[in-house]
């Protein structure tokens, strides 16, 4: 089974530009979550998404958004980025929505720089 | 409210020895799950162990061991006989109040094994 891929692994953007990541999830996995990870807050949850919908969110404000596709393919936004949203982006995938416990597994991230 | 503490920002030992990870756990629910992950240099976090807070036998996989006891909210990771290849950050992470929030992570430590 393929594991759960992001793109794009690396992305350069200046301050006030908006920001696209995509991740697919395993093949039959309906959850996707995504997570904040900075060396001053370590990992913090963002959202998320079971059957296009989202389910919860953490702290953060609402310049970050996300969404869900029927395939279960998710794409996390960031509108008017700043330069605290400098981080490594992780996309996890479930079986089953957060609330099932199950455990998550993660993508290989993508490393948001801005400048 | 729930949290982790890994209080060991930093381990270095010389390979072949055995070296314990500190994870405490807070949070006020009866039904909670913990789990390990490790993150290599690449950035991607692999899953370990995940165990319900109902289930306090500890765990062996191969070079690797858990001990979880509810009395000290603690989930103790062991590595025993180590080896290069176990370089890299390890979480311990919690998730409870119906799941609904996503992993609540520790700030991970960051275990290095010298040749």
């Known amino acids: 089974k393929a594991g759960v891929t992001q793109t794009p692994r690396y992305l350069i953007k200046t301050r006030g530009q908006q920001v696209t990541l995509s991740c697919s999830p395993i093949?039959?996995?309906?959850?996707v979550s995504w997570y904040q990870q900075t060396p001053g807050q370590g990992l913090q949850f963002l959202f998320e998404?079971?059957?296009?919908?989202?389910?919860n969110k953490g702290n953060f404000p609402g310049r970050f958004s996300g969404r869900q596709f029927s395939n279960s393919r998710s794409e996390m936004n960031v509108s008017t980025l700043e330069l605290g949203d400098s981080a490594l982006y992780l996309c996890?995938?479930?079986?089953?929505?957060?609330?099932?416990?199950?455990?998550?597994?993660f993508g290989p991230g993508t490393r948001l720089t801005v400048l | 409210a729930q949290k982790v503490t890994q209080a060991q920002t930093e381990i270095s030992v010389v390979e072949k020895e055995d070296v314990t990870l500190d994870c405490v756990y807070e949070?006020?629910?009866?039904?909670?799950?913990l789990f390990w992950y490790k993150q290599p240099p690449s950035g991607e976090l692999v899953f370990l162990i995940r165990?319900?807070?109902?289930?306090?036998q500890n765990e062996i996989s191969g070079r690797y061991s858990w001990n979880f006891q509810k009395s000290t909210s603690s989930f103790n990771f062991t590595i025993t006989a180590s080896q290069v290849v176990d370089s890299a950050v390890y979480f311990c992470?919690?998730?409870?109040?119906?799941?609904?929030?996503?992993?609540?992570f520790g700030k991970g430590t960051h275990l290095i094994i010298q040749p």
């Open positions: 165990r319900n807070s109902f289930d306090e």
């Open positions: 093949s039959g996995h309906r959850s």
């Open positions: 949070t006020r629910d009866t039904t909670y799950y």
């Open positions: 998404y079971f059957s296009e919908t989202q389910r």
């Open positions: 996890a995938s479930s079986a089953g929505p957060a609330a099932s416990y199950n455990e998550q597994f």
């Open positions: 992470a919690l998730k409870s109040g119906g799941g609904a929030d996503g992993l609540t």
